[in-house]
């Protein structure tokens, strides 16, 4: 699970160019940056695009598409989890009721 995290991150660092290259130490920086923020507030609401920010400054990146990606990243994450919990929701007492 978490190196498809992982690899989420740095496949999702190509949409924003002014963020490339993006070192990998960075990248992974940004993911643990990114977990803590998650576990400190409700989902991660605005802290995870910013503990993005902070650690992609120590890199010397540029803050305005460092906070998009933060953006970028906490939205598709968000909505995955709606989307697939939706659909568990849905499907869960059809296949409950089966067995």
Request: charged share 10%; hydrophobic share 55%; net charge negative.
């Amino acid at each position: 699970i978490w190196t498809m995290y992982v690899l989420m991150f740095y496949v999702t660092s190509f949409a924003v160019e002014e963020l490339q290259p993006i070192p990998m130490a960075a990248i992974l920086i940004g993911f643990i940056a990114g977990s803590f923020s998650i576990a400190a507030t409700n989902g991660g609401i605005g802290s995870y695009p910013e503990a993005i920010v902070l650690a992609f400054l120590v890199f010397g990146l540029p803050e305005d598409p460092s906070r998009a990606f933060g953006w970028i990243m906490w939205a598709s994450q968000t909505l995955m989890i709606i989307i697939v919990g939706g659909l568990s929701l849905i499907y869960l007492p059809i296949y409950n009721r089966k067995e």
